[in-house]
């Protein structure tokens, strides 16, 4: 059960990654693919950094985080920039969001599941953006025998009302993507998304 169940996960989240790594751009909190598994793989905080490839009019995005857990919560912030193709500028991004367990995984049920609310904005050259975006993510935590290396597949379904610049709208999308951990202070996370929400994602994170 538990070998099958990791060998599905394992090859829905190569095959999105796989699928969407020439999209265009859309956004999750701040505009760049980033996506969540549904649990920390800190005990205290982590911060690190995120190299996206939007695809689209932005040659890459790369932002700072920070998270911190609270009780059942982790909230996390986040901020950087997006350089546009040709000479047509940069745009901001700051965002945060928050994440709380509210399915843990047992005999009966063979995965964890986390809620993920945010908010974010994505200003500068062109229309100001906002996003909130609502979302589950659904995984399973791995170990590697004999090692300390863990593996995270996921998924993360997303709604993300938008609004700015007179405009509003509503996007839905799919995340997929895995989070590595490697040692007690290094991690690497890769996502991506398919529906609204298009791109791929790379992060590494060192964590406490």
């Known amino acids: 059960m538990r070998r099958s169940l990791m060998g599905v996960v394992?090859?829905?989240?190569?095959?999105?990654?796989?699928?969407v790594s020439a999209a265009p751009a859309a956004a999750q909190e701040t505009g760049t693919p980033v996506f969540k598994a549904p649990y920390r793989t800190f005990d205290q905080y982590e911060f690190g950094a995120s190299f996206t490839d939007?695809?689209?009019?932005?040659?890459?995005s790369l932002e700072g985080f920070y998270t911190?857990?609270?009780?059942?919560?982790?909230?996390?912030?986040r901020g950087g920039f997006e350089d546009l193709k040709?000479?047509?500028?940069?745009r901001y991004l700051l965002g945060g969001d928050l994440r709380t367990r509210f399915l843990s995984y047992s005999d009966?049920?063979?995965?964890?599941?986390?809620?993920?609310l945010g908010f974010g904005a994505n200003v500068g050259t062109g229309r100001d953006v906002y996003y909130v975006p609502?979302?589950?993510?659904?995984?399973?935590?791995?170990?590697?025998?004999?090692?300390?290396?863990?593996?995270v597949p996921y998924l993360q379904p997303v709604?993300?009302?938008?609004?700015?610049?007179?405009?509003?709208?509503?996007?839905l999308a799919l995340g997929v993507g895995v989070d590595l951990?490697?040692?007690?202070?290094?991690?690497?996370?890769?996502?991506?998304?398919?529906?609204?929400?298009?791109?791929?994602?790379v992060s590494i994170a060192f964590v406490h």
């Open 68 to 77: 911190y857990g609270y009780r059942q919560f982790d909230l996390s912030v």
């Open 134 to 151: 609502i979302g589950v993510s659904v995984g399973r935590r791995f170990n590697l025998e004999n090692s300390q290396t863990t593996f």
């Open 108 to 116: 009966r049920i063979p995965v964890d599941a986390s809620l993920t």
């Open 86 to 90: 040709g000479d047509t500028g940069t």
């Open 54 to 60: 939007p695809g689209g009019a932005t040659n890459f």
């Open 159 to 171: 709604l993300v009302p938008t609004f700015g610049g007179g405009e509003s709208d509503v996007d």
């Open 10 to 19: 394992a090859g829905v989240v190569v095959a999105g990654l796989t699928a």
């Open 181 to 201: 951990r490697f040692s007690r202070s290094l991690g690497l996370r890769v996502s991506g998304g398919l529906g609204d929400i298009e791109g791929v994602g």
